[in-house]
T-cell receptor, first 116, second 116 residues
Framework: DTGVSQDPRHKITKRGQNVTFRCDPI?????LYWYRQTLGQGPEFLTY????????KSRLLSDRFSAERPKGSFSTLEIQRTEQGDSAMYLC??????????????FGPGTRLTVL | AQTVTQSQPEMSVQEAETVTLSCTYD???????LFWYKQPPSRQMILVIR??????QNATENRFSVNFQKAAKSFSLKISDSQLGDAAMYFC?????????????FGKGTRLHILP
């Protein structure tokens, strides 16, 4: 267990529904990242926060996706009007920057989304 | 743009033997980090080993070591005395050393099977 938790672990939804995932990082970590991993692929970067500020968003993050980290602690990732192509594992990671060797990103267990 | 290539989708090794996983990457940057992450079946991704590009000495963590060839842009992982618990997907990954470019770029992974 890396100390990063995600909820729920699994989510099945119907196309067109909205879903929200939560990530709780390691408590002292100031950076929080979201990645998406489809079957047979490596994770792909979506976005990251430093404290409550969203510093970078990937082009993969369409207008239907929104992420927040309101108090610089936990984060939520919302997908509106889900599509079958959104089916994937959504991974959260956290790190402490600057931190020398501690700026390593530690990953959570992921939320597996299935869109029917 | 940076890319990471893992040319071995699957590998098998006999328990207690040594195996080497290959990785090449492409970047125009001179300062960066390279990683190997392990993702066991249905479990979260964990960091195996990390290499700073400015360090000539190859990183070592117990039974895991890397062969970092900066000029060739090659970063292989050697696992000695393979154990059943080493069975997993292994991802080679790259991260820029620029403070605000903090995303990790992953390869597609190599699935490692350990034969008893």
């Amino acid at each position: 267990d890396t100390g990063v938790s995600q909820d729920p672990r699994h989510k099945i939804t119907k196309r067109g529904q909205n879903v929200t995932f939560r990530c709780d990082p390691i408590s002292e970590h100031n950076r929080l990242y979201w990645y998406r991993q489809t079957l047979g692929q490596g994770p792909e970067f979506l976005t990251y926060f430093q404290n409550e500020a969203q510093l970078e968003k990937s082009r993969l993050l369409s207008d239907r996706f929104s992420a927040e980290r309101p108090k610089g602690s936990f984060s939520t990732l919302e997908i509106q009007r889900t599509e079958q192509g959104d089916s994937a594992m959504y991974l959260c990671a956290s790190s402490l920057v600057p931190g020398g060797s501690t700026d390593t990103q530690y990953f959570g267990p992921g939320t597996r989304l299935t869109v029917l | 743009a940076q890319t990471v290539t893992q040319s071995q989708p699957e590998m098998s090794v006999q328990e207690a033997e040594t195996v080497t996983l290959s990785c090449t990457y492409d970047t125009s940057e001179s300062d960066y980090y390279l990683f190997w992450y392990k993702q066991p079946p249905s479990r979260q991704m964990i960091l195996v080993i990390r290499q700073e590009a400015y360090k000539q000495q190859n990183a070592t963590e117990n039974r895991f070591s890397v062969n970092f060839q900066k000029a060739a842009k090659s970063f292989s992982l050697k696992i000695s005395d393979s154990q059943l618990g080493d069975a997993a997907m292994y991802f080679c990954a790259y991260r820029s050393a620029r403070n605000r470019d903090d995303k990790i770029i992953f390869g597609k992974g190599t699935r490692l099977h350990i034969l008893p």
